[in-house]
C-alpha cells in the first residue's frame, strides 16, 4: 500500500469511467445473466459487500427477493436452480468468497464480478462480469468499488426490466468526479482541518447510499489508519448520537433521508461538528458541492472520492505501515 499511488489511482477516476461507459456502449457487459431468476444472492466482503448491499436493497424494493451476504457466515440461503448468485471479488481471489461460492457451484447459477477475469472466482461460474477499473496501484480498493456499483446498478435494471442510461449515468459520474478533483484546492483544505479531530471520523448516510458512509470510513481506516466509523442516517439516533456527549464528534454526512434533521438536532445541540457532501443541512460547519449532486444516482457513485481525498492527504502527512 502506498499513498502516492492511492492518490494516483483516484486522480484517475475520470478517464476509467469514461472507459467504463465507452465499453457499456461497446457491448451488452451483462448479457449473459440470466433473467428467470427467483432469488439473487451477492456475495463479497468489504467494499464489496457494501456495494452489494445498494444492490439488494433496490431488488428488494422491485419485489425481487434480494440479499447481500457476508461471504464469511457459515451458511445462507440453500442452493437452487432459480437463485441467481453473484460474486464479488476485485481481486477474484478473496478466500471467503472463494469458500462462499462453492456452495452454490453447479447447484445455482453463478456471475462473477471481478477486475482479473483468469482469477480463482471465475473459475466454473456461469457469467463472468469484468470490472475493467483497471490497476489499483495503491493497494486500496477505490475504483474497483465504484465500477461495482455501475455494474450492480446495470444488474437491477436487468433483473427489474426499468432499462436505465447507465452509459450516460457513468459519464456524468466521470463528470462529478472530474470536478471535485480539478476543484479541490477550494475545498480539501478545509475539508482536512474540519475533520482532523482526536476521536476520528464518522460517517453518517442514507440507508439507499449507505455503501458511501461505509467506504468513506473504511478509506480513514485502511490508508492513514484512523479511527473511523459509519452509521445510517435513521439509525444514527439510536445507536452514534451518544458519542456526541463525550467525543471531539466529527463527521462526513451525506444528506438525503427524511432523518436528516432528527440527527441534526441532535448534532447542533452537542455542537458536534459536520461536514456535508452534496447538500446543505442547518448546523453544517461547510458543505461540499459538486457537478451533477442533485442526481442521487450520480452521489451514490461519485460522493465518496471526498472522503478518499481527504484520507490520501491524511495518510502522506502522516505515513504508516
Not at 20 to 25: N, S
Not at 225 to 241: N, P
Request: proline content about 3%.
Amino acid at each position: 500500500m502506498d499513498a502516492a499511488l492511492f492518490l494516483a489511482d483516484l486522480e484517475a477516476k475520470p478517464e476509467a469511467l469514461f472507459a467504463l461507459a465507452d465499453a457499456w456502449d461497446g457491448g451488452d457487459l451483462l448479457g449473459g445473466v440470466p433473467l428467470d431468476v427467483r432469488r439473487v444472492v451477492f456475495l463479497g466482503m468489504g467494499s464489496s459487500r457494501y456495494a452489494a448491499g445498494v444492490a439488494a436493497l433496490r431488488l428488494r424494493v422491485a419485489g425481487i427477493d434480494a440479499v447481500a451476504e457476508y461471504a464469511s457466515a457459515a451458511g445462507g440461503y440453500p442452493a437452487d436452480g432459480s437463485t441467481l448468485v453473484v460474486a464479488i471479488s476485485a481481486s477474484g481471489g478473496s478466500r471467503e468468497t472463494l469458500d462462499a461460492v462453492a456452495r452454490y457451484r453447479g447447484r445455482s447459477r453463478v456471475v462473477a464480478v471481478t477486475n482479473q477475469v483468469g482469477s480463482a472466482v471465475a473459475e466454473g461460474a456461469d457469467v463472468v462480469v469484468p470490472m475493467l477499473a483497471g490497476a489499483e496501484n495503491g493497494g486500496v480498493a477505490c475504483r474497483t468499488f465504484q465500477h461495482t456499483l455501475v455494474l450492480l446498478l446495470g444488474l437491477v435494471d436487468r433483473l427489474t426490466g426499468t432499462g436505465g442510461d447507465i452509459s450516460g449515468l457513468v459519464r456524468r459520474v466521470a463528470e462529478a468526479s472530474a470536478d471535485l478533483l480539478d476543484r479541490r484546492g477550494a475545498w480539501l483544505d478545509q475539508a482536512i482541518s474540519l475533520l482532523d479531530g482526536p476521536h476520528g471520523v464518522y460517517t453518517i448516510a442514507p440507508a439507499e447510499r449507505l455503501s458511501s458512509a461505509q467506504q468513506s470510513a473504511l478509506m480513514f481506516r485502511e490508508g492513514p489508519r484512523r479511527q473511523a466509523d459509519a452509521c445510517e442516517t435513521g439509525d444514527w439516533s439510536h445507536v452514534d448520537v451518544y458519542l456526541t456527549k463525550t467525543y471531539d464528534y466529527r463527521a462526513l454526512f451525506f444528506p438525503g433521508s427524511r432523518y436528516d434533521d432528527q440527527a441534526m438536532e441532535w448534532i447542533r445541540q452537542r455542537g458536534s461538528t459536520v461536514l456535508t457532501v452534496g447538500g446543505e443541512l442547518p448546523g453544517q460547519k461547510a458543505s461540499i458541492r459538486y457537478r451533477h449532486d442533485d442526481d442521487p444516482d450520480v452521489a451514490l457513485l461519485a460522493e465518496t472520492l471526498i472522503a478518499e481525498l481527504i484520507a490520501a492527504s491524511f495518510w502522506q502527512r502522516s505515513p504508516v505501515g
